[in-house]
T-cell receptor, first 106, second 112 residues
Framework: DGGITQSPKYLFRKEGQNVTLSCEQNLNHDAMYWYRQDPGQGLRLIYYSQIVNDFQKGDIAEGYSVSREKKESFPLTVTSAQKNPTAFYLC?????FGSGTRLTVV | QKEVEQDPGPLSVPEGAIVSLNCTYSNSAFQYFMWYRQYSRKGPELLMYTYSSGNKEDGRFTAQVDKSSKYISLFIRDSQPSDSATYLCAMSAAGGYNKLIFGAGTRLAVHP
């Protein structure tokens, strides 16, 4: 069953803590994307990767980091430098999205 | 000014109504236009994909693109309560990777 798997579904972060969101795909797509969704603002691009071992900043990359060591995997780390991390995070390949991770700062 | 403008609603209609959802955009380079449906706490699901101007129909859904007016629409016929969701328009320019620019989304409620 092809698709995109994001985990965890819910994540809580303490102030000053780094957290990593997982994104795995079995669609054999080269390009992968991370978006952030806030109420009333649509989706904004954080990072994207067109090929293994290469990635580019999107529109709101500050406070985030990614890696692309395998074609199937594109994890996103939300660092302590991201001052307003509470949001819904979506991973995508081409036009297909995962089910999202809701991150909350506690 | 945002590249893509979309009225956030909410839009409330009775079951069976025809729904019209719209987006306007400013970048004339956009050539690929999409509509996504997003249920609460879920990822967006691609509904319609259109290249350049024209109409595309799929069941109860019709997408229209008017590049001369920089205006796209999604029509839902015979709306059902299960259509209640947020509808996002998205678009991208030709060439390169598919960087999508999204509208803010319109929340639709179809009541029985």
């Amino acid at each position: 069953d092809g698709g995109i798997t994001q985990s965890p579904k819910y994540l809580f972060r303490k102030e000053g803590q780094n957290v990593t969101l997982s994104c795995e795909q079995n669609l054999n797509h080269d390009a992968m994307y991370w978006y952030r969704q806030d109420p009333g603002q649509g989706l904004r691009l954080i990072y994207y990767s067109q090929i293994v071992n290469d990635f580019q900043k999107g529109d709101i990359a500050e406070g985030y980091s990614v890696s692309r060591e395998k074609k199937e995997s594109f994890p996103l780390t939300v660092t302590s430098a991201q001052k307003n991390p509470t949001a819904f995070y979506l991973c995508a390949t081409s036009y297909t999205f995962g089910s999202g991770t809701r991150l909350t700062v506690v | 000014q945002k590249e893509v403008e979309q009225d956030p609603g909410p839009l409330s209609v009775p079951e069976g109504a025809i729904v019209s959802l719209n987006c306007t955009y400013s970048n004339s380079a956009f050539q690929y236009f999409m509509w996504y449906r997003q249920y609460s706490r879920k990822g967006p699901e691609l509904l319609m994909y259109t290249y350049s101007s024209g109409n595309k129909e799929d069941g109860r859904f019709t997408a229209q693109v008017d590049k001369s007016s920089k205006y796209i629409s999604l029509f839902i016929r015979d709306s059902q309560p299960s259509d209640s969701a947020t509808y996002l328009c998205a678009m991208s320019a030709a060439g390169g990777y598919n960087k999508l620019i999204f509208g803010a989304g319109t929340r639709l409620a179809v009541h029985p």
